[in-house]
């Protein structure tokens, strides 16, 4: 791996989370979302910061562009739509399963070659659907084949073994683990495994924010700039119809942007302007809205993401208060010329 020019491995500890998001009823505060994030300016350096951004935490999913550009630099030969699902954490919707069997089919392989977790579709929509077909949980429909038939296609291209893909001494997570560290330009701090079955790469969020602005700000004819253009330009591939992180990129132009279980989403511009957030307690209806007041700090026009401010809490069958990020985050708070 590489070492001379990367930083230390963050440091494994409890992480030292602050108040990102508050859930009020009322004009109560009724709950508080812990978490951290990061907000950094188009040099690369830090403009906002709360929480523990330097502390050893899991990527999850926010991690597949990195993992991404390493397959590519390897010699995968995807682009377009079958790039980006091979970093999704797609629904399971026809067009996703599809796409994972042309990927397989590339190789000569069969969903019995893949090594992820047998599950049902993620997106509820699908998920309903199969199992009203009376369908049983399958590698195909699980959130992560695309990425692990990417990783089989790779392999067979390469000619290294198929049945250890998933070992992290393998040739091709040896070669992730060198793209990861290279791009969050830090050691990895610990490897363990994923929810699918592959190997997990310890990072903090400030590299996790770093990888992300630089894969966003790639030149054209780099294997980054590849990646980014696949995941800019197909982002329901990536995850699936409705889902809140496609949504956001359509919103904002030029926006790469990751979401990854236990509360993880990257966001990062062409510019280099990038945010990262972790939300402690791994909640969906926190990392929205906090994600989206992150990019506000980072200038984006707060117009863009008014759809994402935040889920509202009825009572009685009306609005009586909603999900918002802590004061220091709330977009409305944040100066139309926010720094870029």
């Known amino acids: 791996m590489l070492s001379s020019s990367l930083a230390d491995a963050p440091p494994i500890r409890e992480p030292l989370h602050s108040p990102v998001a508050h859930v009020s009823r009322g004009g109560v505060v009724e709950g508080i979302h812990y978490g951290s994030v990061v907000v950094l300016g188009g040099d690369g350096e830090p403009r906002f910061r709360t929480g523990d951004i330097e502390a050893a935490c899991y990527p999850r999913s926010a991690l597949k562009p990195v993992q991404a550009v390493a397959m590519v630099r390897a010699g995968l030969p995807l682009d377009g739509d079958l790039l980006a699902l091979a970093m999704g954490s797609h629904s399971g919707e026809e067009r996703h ?140 591939m990536a995850s699936g119809a409705g889902r809140d992180v496609a949504e956001l990129m359509r919103a904002v132009p030029g926006l790469l942007a990751k979401d990854g279980f236990e509360g993880v989403q990257i966001a990062a511009l062409p510019d280099g302007r990038a945010v990262a957030v972790k939300i402690a307690d791994g909640a969906n209806r926190a990392r929205v809205p906090v994600a989206a007041a992150a990019l506000a700090r980072a200038g984006v026009d707060p117009r863009l993401l008014a759809a994402f401010a935040g889920e509202p809490m009825t009572g009685g069958g009306r609005t009586v208060g909603g999900i918002r990020p802590v004061a220091a985050l709330d977009p409305s708070a944040v100066p139309a010329a926010a720094a870029a």
């Open 97 to 236: 399963l599809a796409g994972a069997r042309r990927i397989l089919a590339l190789a000569g392989l069969t969903e019995d070659d893949l090594r992820n977790v047998p599950d049902l579709p993620y997106g509820p929509a699908a998920r309903d659907a199969w199992v009203r077909e009376g369908r049983a949980p399958s590698r195909l429909a699980q959130n992560c084949s695309g990425k692990h038939a990417a990783m089989l296609y790779l392999c067979a291209l390469n000619s290294w073994p198929l049945d250890t893909y998933l070992d992290p001494a393998h040739p091709l997570q040896t070669a992730i683990a060198e793209v990861v560290e290279e791009l969050t330009g830090q050691h990895i701090a610990n490897v363990t495994v994923d929810g699918c079955g592959s190997p997990l790469f310890s990072v903090s969020l400030h590299g996790l924010a770093r990888a992300a602005a630089r894969i966003a700000t790639a030149a054209p004819g780099t294997v980054e700039r590849r990646v980014a253009d696949a995941l800019r330009g197909h982002p329901e």
